[in-house]
């Protein structure tokens, strides 16, 4: 059984001379077709936009409606930190979309990988930090208030803090939300999360996947997730141009198989996002994006 890969070429937009790689989307895509052996093993599907009654449940009418109809303000622009444009919004819908179509597919077959997706800063009545809808509450809460699920852990190892997802859980007793981050970094508005670990400028290999290995498996032993959404953002990387941690390629392999074979052990279905990545050689943010696919379609 082929694992399925959800990806649309409507995911690059034209932001101008910007850190965020939107290009990278595509690039990922031929990377993983070159390659005979995990095409052997995955399938490219096509999402839909998610749906007005899906986003609102996680974001106000009002932030939709200026979305919408290009309202926004200077200061919600800059909050944003990119430029707003019709495009930007569709592909923000699209991309709610696709995690909502890579959870339910995560729950079909085991796992699941999202080519984009991972905003976590979006909060539900602005955007903030490159993110303009929350598409991993949009998926989580989807799925809950469809009842095809109970619970969910999202397990974030983005560089930054998911602070807009951290927000919208709050007190949310079936959803557990965790982050790896570098604690000096942004955001500087840190909700607390459920469990949150603040890591130190440089922080290598070994002590962030001590980091996991110490926790992960005992927040899925005590709170019994039937989903995993893992945000496998790729700037933990030591050479990420907006990051300070110091992960290496392989270091950031084995953190992917690491949480790979904890769902899998415990059998629990996983749903892979891919976040954030700005690595100073763009290839390397590829590089790091195409060993989660990989390694997701070996293990499972």
Known sequence: MKIDVVYSDKY???????????????????????????????????PHPAEEKDVLRVHEK?????????????EE??????????????????????????AGSALEKGVAVHLGGGFH?????????????????VAIKK?????????????????????????????DKNVFTFSIHQENNYPFYKPKSDMDIGLHDRTKNAEYLECLESRIP??????????????????PYENDQIGNLGLTIEGLRKRDLFVYNQARNYGIPVAVVLAGGYAINQDDTVEIHFNTVAQAAEIF
């Open 62 to 74: 009002s932030y939709l409606d200026k979305l919408r109809h290009g309202k926004l303000s200077h």
């Open 143 to 171: 799925l809950i208030n469809e009842r095809k699920i109970k619970k969910a852990l999202i397990i974030d190892c983005d560089l930054h803090q998911g602070n807009g997802t951290a927000f919208i859980f709050t007190g």
């Open 218 to 235: 005992k927040i899925i032993s005590d709170f019994k997730p039937q989903l995993i959404v893992y945000v496998a953002g790729a700037d």
């Open 12 to 46: 690059y937009v034209d932001i101008g001379a910007h850190v965020f790689p939107t290009a990278k989307y595509r690039l990922i895509k031929e990377k993983l077709g070159k390659s005979a052996v995990i095409m052997n093993r995955i399938q490219f599907v096509e």
């Open 77 to 102: 622009m800059l909050t944003l930190e990119m430029p707003y444009s019709k495009e930007l919004f569709e592909s923000s819908l699209l991309c709610s979309g696709g995690t909502i179509c890579a």
């Open 121 to 137: 800063h979006a909060f539900p009545d602005h955007g903030e930090g490159f993110c303009v809808l929350n598409d991993i509450a």
